[in-house]
């Protein structure tokens, strides 16, 4: 195994945090590795805690490392909330070589030309997503290099989000001894995962539903074109559990996980379960349609909201919805869907062994989106572990005796200065 072959992507959730080691061999990807750790530290997908986000991080990794026997040095981190916003761009330059072969640097410029924008100085360019190369006037390409041309243009979107949310983000991912190799927008590259060609080309909504929060993406001639966030997810479920049957947040948690059903008509009424009430030492004794009650009202309740939200922008969905995210693996959720939604729905799972689920669409996609878009953009993201476990920990930890030579150095020269101070003015 290679390590100039492998990648790691780092979704950091309100609920849990993910990483996913994959390798990539002849553009196929494969997964080698998972580590998954109860995010603390997080809140309806914004960091809260410092401190907790980075202990949830490094657990997370550790797992993964353990798994694959590998320790991992740089990541590629998904981004994700109600800040973010795409903008159009264009870039236009001319080709450089005698010949007038379009190449990696003609490629480079033009992506680095759209970017030439006015960008408030809250918010950061993070990516720039290309839509269509055009080539003296012929367009609908996807990759220009090779191709002869004097005048080289990109049709792309800008991806801008919030400077002090973003690094937070990467402060989080820094003090875990991480190194970022690039961001990612999550819905599109959950896309990437969830969605096929011709979906995406019809029209379709993309419907993340985490734990603190749910995403709603719209997908259109094989773009994005509009991302939301609804402040409502799997946390919400939680808290109505935790309140209707008079327990602890923990204990309705794992209701919710081992009993929780989101379709009353098909909950089972002999499906019992014991619970502690808070406050006392009796349990109390509960069946899955007492609880299907309150799961699909709250369900109900964000699908609404998501909706709403596509109603609002006014698209068209002939490609209807897919449904994907870590609340989703709850029994009952495609099947209320059903009877909520006006156009066909259906689950995302990824095709990967290891992370058949739900939760784990963003921190796959996030892998091929990255690798796909690298390529395109000349980005360099390999390596990204080191394979020999019993070297020394990595270069990012051996600075440390270096900044403290730095500092002895900067003491010589103040005393240095001080000495010539005290000769000119004593």
Known sequence: MNNSEILVSLDIGTTTIKVIIGEVLNDSLNIIGVGTAKSNGMKKGAIVDIDQTVQSIRSAIEQAERMVGMHIERVVVGINGSHIQLQPC???????????????????RVIEGAQVISVPPEREIIDVI???????????????????????????TIITCSKTVLHNI?????????????????????????????????????????????????????????????????????KDLSFGLRTSTEEAEDVKLNYGHAFYDDAQEEETFDVSTIGSNKKQTYNQLQISDMIEARLEEVYAYAEREIRKVGYDLPGGYVLTGGTISMPGSLELAQDLFP????????????????????????????????????????????????????????????????????????????????????
């Not at 939301?228 to 479920?237: C, P």
């Not at 980005?379 to 476990?389: D, G, H, I, R, Y």
């Open 90 to 108: 264009h870039g236009v330059v001319a080709v450089q070589s005698e010949n007038r072969e379009i190449g990696d640097e003609d490629v480079t």
């Open 130 to 156: 290309p839509k269509q190369f055009i080539v003296d006037g012929l367009d609908e390409i996807t990759d220009p290099r090779g191709m002869i041309g004097v005048r080289l243009e990109m049709e792309g």
């Open 170 to 238: 990467l402060k989080c991912v820094e003090r875990a001894n991480l190194q970022v190799l690039d961001i990612c927008l999550q819905p599109l590259a959950a896309g990437t995962i969830a969605l096929s060609k011709d979906e995406k080309n019809m029209g379709v909504a993309l419907i993340d539903v985490g734990g603190g929060c749910t995403t709603v993406s719209i997908f259109e001639n094989d773009h994005l074109v509009t991302t939301n966030v609804v402040n409502l997810g799997g946390d919400n479920i939680t």
């Open 343 to 426: 156009s066909n729905v259906r689950v995302a799972i990824p095709d990967y062994i290891g992370v058949r689920e739900p939760q784990f669409t963003a921190g796959v996609g996030i892998l091929q989106f990255a690798y796909h878009n690298a390529k395109i953009q000349g980005k360099e993201l390999f390596p990204s572990v080191a394979l020999n476990t019993n070297e020394p920990k990595p270069k990012r930890q051996m600075k440390q005796p270096k900044e403290k030579n730095e500092k002895k150095e900067n003491k010589k020269k103040e005393s240095s200065f001080a000495n010539l101070f005290k000769y000119f003015f004593d």
